[in-house]
Structure formats: C-alpha cells, structure tokens
C-alpha cells in the first residue's frame, strides 16, 4: 500500500494528480480544504488536500467465473462492471441450462461497498458539481420508480462514475451508463424460461397478479406451439370462479384441469398426471403476511413437489410491496420470477430492486391481458429500458 498526499487548487486537478501518480486503482482516503492566507484576509483563497492510497501488492489471480457482485473487493466489482454485457438472445430456446443447478441465494448488493464511493461522496460535497446533481437526478427517479434509497445510491454512483470526465454530464448520458450498468449486473439473472426437463411447474403469488392468465399463456403455449402434453392443477379453491376461470382456459385449449383442495388431493392428483410433460399448478394468491396462508401454501406445494416453483410478481404493483411479499414468502422455496403487467408500468426499477436483492432467474414477463400471446421470455432490455 503506498499511500500519498497531494495539495492543488480544486477538487478536479487533485483527483487528477492522483490519477496521474497512483494510477486508475488509487483509493481516496482523505480530502480537506484549507485556506492560504495571504496579506489581505479577504483575498485567501482554498486549496484542496486529497489523501489517496494504491494497493500495490501483487494481483491475485482471478477468481472463477462470477458474475455475483458478491464478496468485498474493488476487483470483483471491476470484473462485474467492465465485463461486456454477453449478448443475448431473445429466446433462448430449450437448450437452456437449468439454473437450479446453479447457487441461487448470493450475497448481494450490501457487501458492494467500494472505496471510490468516498471519492463520489466528496465530489458530492462539492457542492453544484454536474456529477453530484446527476447522482441525485438518478437516485430520484430510481426511487420514484420503487427502488429502495440505498440501491438507488449505488446504482447512480455507479452510473455517474462511468461518464467520462470529459462529459457530457447530461441526464441522457447518465442514463445509458445506468442502463450500462445495471444491464451488466442483471445479465446472468435474466432469462431462464421453463427448463426442458422440468414437469411440475408451481406458480405462486399475491392474488391479482396474473397467475391464471400467466399458466393460461403458457399452457397453450407448451400444449399449441410446443405440442406438449400439458394438464392444468388449480389448488386456488378459495374463490369458485378461480375454479372456472382456469377451467375455461383448459377447454379452449383442450387440455385437462383438475383441482386439489388438500395436500393428500395434491399428491393423488400429480400421481395420477404421470403421462404429461407439463403439469402447471395454480395456487390461491391470500394475503401472505398470515402465517397460516404460507404455511399451507407450503403443504400444498410439498405435496405437488414442484420442480419448478415460480414466484410471479406485478410490476403495476408498489415496489415496497413486492418486497413485503417476498419477505413473507422467505420460507418458500422459489426458483424463479415472473414479472406480469410490464405493459401497465413505466419504470422497472422496484423488480431491478428485488432481483439485485434476492437474485433469481427471471424467466418471463407478461405485457398484456391477451392469451397466449402476451408473454415473453425475460430479457435485460424489458428492465433497463425502464429505468
Ligand atoms: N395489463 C395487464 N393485465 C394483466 C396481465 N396479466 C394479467 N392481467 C390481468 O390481471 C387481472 C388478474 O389476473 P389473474 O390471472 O386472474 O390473477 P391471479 O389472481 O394472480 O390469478 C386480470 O384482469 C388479467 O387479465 C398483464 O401482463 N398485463
Ligand atoms: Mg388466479
């Protein structure tokens, strides 16, 4: 670690000067302005003090391939931030790997803490600096669109920190390098739609959110397009027309829809599909903050052994309470997202806000009431063009 002090007029050509003598990968430890005092008081003027430290330990390898954020360090972020975004495909097709092979639980944005925060903070404290004014632009549209403060902070931090310093410093400019950003940190988390081998398939949620007509889309979907053998499971027999709502789906499609009102059902019922492909299951979307809701959500879907549970969430909805239903729904083992009414919202920070929170595959994004064809798989752009 070599660590220097460097004294200038501005704040500007003492980051400069570090630039030029510790490198890109200098830390700012320190900054202080003091006056020089000259003959006459009310001519002193401010120089700036900027202490700053450079790690000049040799690099460790790199680690595996990661793309988490997860795990302290300056480089791992780096790696993150200047991969490229990989190209991806809007339909990924059936060869996609099954993601629950993959470690879904990472540790997440909070360990995201670089030193060159301090270096924004302090530009930041400038005063009316464009990059300063550009972070509180960003953090306020961010949190207007459902994400929560701290992520809004960061992710704008990081966006801001990406404009050169040659500018421009404009909103337009800031915004693609949040979308830059943002699209590099979500790429590996978007995009997994039903694995081949997947038969059960559980589709779980607040009531409202388009479960039915979600399982409707995809069911025509498998069954029509795909030429699968598809049957319907509805366990939602709170409310009769549930009931039928997915049973109308299932006639004009074809296909069977049958219902279990106990676990012991469930289990019989699943047994007795054992010839189908695709056994989509609709469950009872009740306020989720009872306990004895989750819990028989739970035997429901231990019963019916799912082998993929999904987790659809509104994006029409309020960020804050996405955020409630996952937190009670933690002790349910999900696999996946779906994102339904993207067509109803302009801003798709507050799912930016969970899936950097709580990262899960997205697997696909609704855009309208139309069965079958208002679906998609989930790509990156359906997020950060609504930034
Ligand atoms: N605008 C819009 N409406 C949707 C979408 N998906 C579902 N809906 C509507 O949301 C309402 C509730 O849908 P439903 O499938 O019954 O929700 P569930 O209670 O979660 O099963 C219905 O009026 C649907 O037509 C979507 O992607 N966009
Ligand atoms: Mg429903």
Redesign the pocket.
Known sequence: MRIKRFTADGMAEALSLVRQELGEDAVILTTREFPVRRWFPWKSRKRVEVVAAVDDSPPTPPAAPDRSVAGAGRERLAAVLERPAAPRAASVGPHYPDRREQPMERAGFEEWEPDWRVLIRKLAAEGASPAASLMTRLTARLMAGGMEEKWAQRLAENAVLQIPDEGPWDMEEALARLREVTGRLLADRIGAPIAPDARVLAFI??????????IAKLAAIQSLDEERKVALVTA?TYRIA?VE?LRTYANIIGIPCMVAYTPDEMRRVIEGLQDYDRILI?TA?RNFSQVDHVQHLMSMLKAASPDETYL?LSL?GKGSDMRRTVEALREVPIDKYVF?????TESAASAVDLILRAPKPVSYV????SVPD?IAEANVHHFIDRL
Do not use: L, N
């Not at 609704?366 to 009431?369: E, N, P, Y």
């Open positions: 949620g607040p009531t409202g959110v388009g479960k039915t007509t979600t939602d549930a709502q609709d979307g659809v029409a339904t009414k993207v067509d109803e609704t855009t309208g009431q208002d």
